[in-house]
């Protein structure tokens, strides 16, 4: 457990997104089938926003093909 919330707390001061709004996002994933595009593209623009980010259709579309060649767990492995 100390492991997740020190996950946490870097990915919460590195993004300033509150710890809540992270374990809320979390949970929320859990529910989610990332498999499905119209889920994968309501959780990133979930993510900008809960980032303050805007993102275009160009670069959403970007990050669904990223997600579903599942280049993004290398990417998330790497940062930890």
């Known amino acids: 457990m100390k492991d ?14 509150k710890k809540e709004d992270i ?3 979390a949970n929320d994933l859990q529910k989610k ?3 499905n595009e ?3 593209r309501s959780f990133i623009q979930t ?4 980032t303050n980010q805007t993102l ?9 093909k990223i ?6 767990l290398n990417d998330v492995e790497k940062m930890i």
């Open 4 to 17: 997740k919330d020190l996950l946490v707390e870097r990915v919460s001061k590195k993004t300033n997104v």
């Open 23 to 25: 374990f809320k996002l």
């Open 33 to 35: 089938d990332l498999n």
């Open 38 to 40: 119209e889920d994968m």
């Open 47 to 50: 993510v900008a926003k809960m």
């Open 56 to 64: 275009d259709r160009r670069k959403i579309d970007k990050l669904v």
């Open 67 to 72: 997600m579903k060649n599942k280049d993004i």
